[in-house]
């Protein structure tokens, strides 16, 4: 059924890609897992701030606001993504 090799060349890049997509995969969703945290002590420094009753509220806020922003950016590129590949 082989001829030249071929069949095993084909079988290795169909595997090599499989693996490139997994790790890809657990990169991002590291990332996103990162993204998390970040946003976590972010919002736990907001609540700090607003229960001292801190002049930095505006500050807070807009702290909270630009963690908001690049989130939604990305949901919303891979809405766009998603409904591209169906």
Known sequence: MEK??????KSA?????KEAKKAAKKAKKAAKKQEKIERKDIRAAYTKALKKQSPDKLL????????????????????KDNKEEK
């Open 60 to 79: 807070a806020v807009f702290a909270v606001v630009l963690t908001i922003v690049p989130v939604l950016a990305q949901f919303l590129i891979e809405m």
């Open 13 to 17: 890049v169909s595997i090599a890609k």
């Open 4 to 9: 030249n090799g071929v069949t095993r060349a």
